[in-house]
Every structure is written in C-alpha cells, then in structure tokens.
C-alpha cells in the first residue's frame, strides 16, 4: 500500500509500505481522511521525543472497517464506519493503575510512536473504534481526535459560567477550545498574530479578538489556554491571569524549550498552572459533541489533499494559511 514516511527528521517522503494485517483484538481500516496537527510537524521536524524513525505518522483519522481480527469484538462488522483513539495505554503501570493511561510509563500512541493513518490502510485495537454516525463524514470524523483533546484540557483547566477566558492561538485547537469553554459558559477572549484567522474566532463567539496581547491594556482574566506551545505566548497568557488565576499549557512546544514566569507571582497570587496532555477518556464525549453539533466542524476544516500531496500538506500546515489540513489518502482511488 501507499503511505507517507518520515525516513528521519527532515526526510519526508510517499512510498510503498507492506500492508498491515489485524492482529488479535485488531481491525484494519481503509483510512476516509486523516488530519495534520502540530504534533505531525514536531515528528517530521524531530521534536517529539517519543518517536521512532522511520514511522508512518498520523493520529487523527476515521475509516471503514476491512478485516478484523482475531478476538475483536462482536460488533463490529466488515464496512463498518469508525473513527479511532489513537491512545496506546500498557494498563499496568502505575499511572495507568491510577487512571492517568496518558501518563502511561510505556505510553504509545498510533501514528506517533506506531504506523499511522496516513496511508491506505491502517491496523488498530479493536477497543479503541468508535462507532461514526451515518450523519458525520470521513473528515467531520477525523477531526474527533482532536475535539477530544480539547474536551481533557478543558477538564484540566476547568470553567465555571460567567468566567473570562484568554485563548492564545486561533488555529484549530483554539477555536475548539474557545467553542467548549463558551459552552461552559465563559467568555473567550482570543489572540492570534496571524489576523486572517481572528474572522472565524468571532464568527464562532468570541468575546473580543486581538493579533497581541499589548492591545489588552493590562486587562487580567480569570484563565489563560495556551494553543501556540511558543514561549513567548505561555508567557504571555501567565502576565495576563489575574490573582488567583490559571493557566493551562494547551500548545505542544518542543522538548527543550523554556520559559521564564515569576515563581513570586505564582506563589503570592496563588497561580494554577496545568498541563493537558493528549486524551484520556474523552473520545467519547468528543464524538457526541461533533455528531450533535455542539462543535462547529465547517469553519475548521478548510484543506484535504490527496496522499501524494502529503509533503504539500505538512508545508501548509505550517505556513499557518489553513486551519485544519487534511488528508483522504484513498480519493485518488476512488477518484
């Protein structure tokens, strides 16, 4: 089967992979679409330690189901539609035992660390599909990962009605964001240098939009998300928390990056601040809130390319001119 490979960091390239079998409790499924994220350019730029090289990337992804393996579930059938938790918990470590599987000691996670979705084809645990509603495309589909990302972080951060929010980074992850913490309630302010993407945050609710937070005018919030893992903007988002406030570190930054926050302010103003990392037990929830359209999936999902296009579609990802980069590694086929 064709798949996109990353050799190394920096190597990137379309070619021919064996095709994957469904080993015990697995299913192999023809991939619909699969989405770009950060974490995609931090694999393909050698910034994610937990990788492997050479790897298959790609996490975000729905399909239909062509083989399943031995032990699976009786339910699910040949030409079934699914998207899938790409989360790898061994279920033994003792994080895992204490119901923090996304802090697993031998943490996983499919397209990350084991062969991904950008590919024809793709083996995974049978237990981690997720029955896709007739009503929800391959793409509405594939972007359910990273709705579920969003819903634990915003479980980590918490939101009560009636608070302000500052959202840094109005890509797909901040508009997601900004979209659940409105349904807590909240009121979102959010900042993005690049202003082409200010138009959707207010399309979707926000309170106010700003390209810097120099424009805040010294105005304190009641809870800061960082979307950008850029420094500067973690930053940023914790001189902008009022007494008492949070912070959530949101945006994946590379593995050796630092930042420099006041340990006096965050012990006299009694600052939170909390990390999010990946999903954990919150797919679920994200594929209801997609099918029900609590979540807007229209104005995030704004490129699908073709597989041979992969390269192209990392590129664009990170030139920053959409938001949702996808790709429908069959539509060559089909087409």
Known sequence: MRAAIVDK????????????????????????????CG???????G??????????????FAGEIVEIGKNAPAEWQVGDRVAVDPSLFCGHCGPCRSGH????????????????????YVAVPAVNAY????????????????????VHGVRRIGVEAGERFLVIGAGTMGLLMQQLLQRGGASVTMVDRNAARLPRATQLGADAVTTDTAQLSGERFDAAV???????????????????????????????????LSPFRIYNDELTIVGSMAVLNSYGAALDLVANGAVETAPLLTDALPLSEYPKALELMRSGAGLKVQVLPNAEQEG
Do not use: K, M
């Not at 960091?9 to 770009?36: K, M, Y």
């Not at 996304?102 to 660390?113: F, H, I, Q, S």
């Open 47 to 60: 910034e994610f330690p937990p990788t492997p090289y050479p790897i298959v990337p790609g996490h975000e």
């Open 39 to 45: 974490t995609d350019l931090h694999i393909a730029d």
């Open 9 to 36: 960091p920096g190597s990137i390239r379309v070619g021919e992979v064996p095709d994957p079998t469904a080993g015990d409790g697995q299913l192999v499924l023809r991939v619909g679409a699969c989405g770009i």
């Open 101 to 120: 599987g996304n802090l697993c000691a031998n943490w996983n996670a499919t397209g990350d660390t084991v062969d991904g979705a950008f590919a024809e």
């Open 131 to 150: 029955r896709l509603p007739d009503s929800l495309n391959w793409q509405q589909g594939a972007l359910v990962e990273p709705v579920s990302c969003a």
């Open 226 to 260: 960082d979307c950008t893992g850029v420094p500067s903007a973690i930053e940023a988002a914790f001189n902008s928390v009022r007494r008492g406030g949070r912070l959530l570190i949101f945006g994946v930054a590379p593995g050796d990056a630092q930042v420099n």
